[in-house]
Nanobody, 122 residues
Framework: QVQLVESGGGSVQSGGSLRLSCTGS????????MGWFRQAPGKEREGVSC????????AYAADVKGRFTISRDNAKTTIDLQMNSLKPEDTAMYYC???????????????WGQGTQVTVSS
């Protein structure tokens, strides 16, 4: 059974930092490009970042570039998202995602995690 489990969410003040982690099981981890999406209340789920399965090359949405850093450890089957300079508009449920190609489209995701909540207060 393929499973992605996120951790590391929480509440932080504006300007603070959080680090999210996602551990995959039941899948050949290094054959998947991995990424993070988020969904704020009343909004659609949107892509945040993804990291290539072989090159490790990252991609970021425009509004998080320079503040967020994605990384992966294939040996540990984990990906992390370091989030710095957090803003209230970053408040959302964050979802880990497994896909074949780096995409910010929900239709490209093969497996979702259950999500972890990030709340940023002003």
């Amino acid at each position: 059974q393929v499973q992605l489990v996120e951790s590391g969410g929480g509440s932080v003040q504006s300007g603070g930092s959080l680090r999210l982690s996602c551990t995959g099981s039941g899948l050949t981890f290094d054959t998947y490009t991995m990424g993070w999406f988020r969904q704020a209340p009343g909004k659609e789920r949107e892509g945040v970042s993804c990291i290539n399965r072989t090159t490790g090359r990252p991609a970021y949405a425009a509004d998080v570039k320079g503040r967020f850093t994605i990384s992966r450890d294939n040996a540990k089957t984990t990906i992390d998202l370091q989030m710095n300079s957090l803003k209230p508009e970053d408040t959302a449920m964050y979802y880990c995602a497994a896909m074949k190609l780096c995409t910010f489209s929900r239709s490209g995701v093969e497996t979702w995690g259950q999500g972890t909540q990030v709340t940023v207060s002003s």
